[in-house]
């Protein structure tokens, strides 16, 4: 089964510094998508980033970057110069399939604070 | 840039009453996903559509049924509603892999 494991419940970072959310999953496919989503207070669901296994090279959106290690299973978000709007609940993801209408698996989440 | 549509955005209904949440995708999006998040939890997949036909099926109760219609939009049916039922219904759309999410239903059930 697949499974996605955000082992920080909360995180907190100061405005203009950069913070490293974690994530791990589990799957047995060889190809699959990763993706960050971004749930502010108003609970949109907000597409971050998003990463194909079959990629070496890291993806990056503007201050939004990943470490992707896919022989361990490791997927994280760096925030560089983190500004106050992008305090929210960050989800990691795993698209069940590649190729199909597979559904997304999320953890549970990290509630992201930014000080000013 | 178009995004998905939901609607209504906020709905209250009693035990036992019936609730139908409407989900318009982005224009060319083949396939549409319906997820509930209940209160302080991750999103979990209830059913998807790919070109109007059932594609997949998660932990959907059996008193829910959904369609996608020839528009595309797709409704998602909910009947003998329980206070269990109260979450936040996304609908999201979409196309090569990479789901957009539409801003959600709030559903409280009394």
């Known amino acids: 089964a697949q499974t996605v494991t955000q082992s920080q419940p909360e995180m907190s970072v100061q405005e203009a510094e950069t913070v490293t959310l974690s994530c791990t999953y589990d799957t047995s496919e060889s190809d699959y998508y990763l993706f960050w989503y971004k749930q502010p207070p108003s609970r949109q669901m907000i597409l971050v980033i998003r990463?194909?296994?079959?990629?070496?090279q890291n993806a990056t959106e503007n201050r939004f970057s990943v470490n992707f290690q896919k022989a361990a299973k490791s997927f994280s978000l760096k925030i560089s110069d983190s500004q106050l709007g992008d305090a929210a609940m960050y989800f990691c993801a795993l698209d069940k399939y590649r190729g199909s209408q597979g559904n997304l698996i999320f953890g549970k989440g990290t509630k992201l604070s930014v000080k000013p | 840039a178009a995004g998905v549509i939901q609607s209504p955005r906020h709905l209250i209904k009693e035990k036992r009453e019936t609730a139908t949440l409407k989900c318009y995708p982005i224009?060319?999006?083949?396939?549409v996903y319906w997820y509930q998040q209940g209160p302080g939890q991750d999103p979990q997949f209830l059913i998807s559509f790919y070109e109007k036909m059932q594609s997949d099926k998660g932990s959907i109760p059996d008193r829910f049924s959904a369609q996608q219609f020839s528009d595309y939009h797709s409704e998602l049916n909910m009947s003998s509603l329980e206070l269990g039922d109260s979450a936040l219904y996304f609908c999201a759309s979409s196309i090569q892999e990479t789901q957009y999410f539409g801003p959600g239903t709030r559903l409280l059930v009394l």
């Open positions: 990463q194909e296994a079959y990629k070496q």
């Open positions: 224009p060319r999006h083949d396939t």
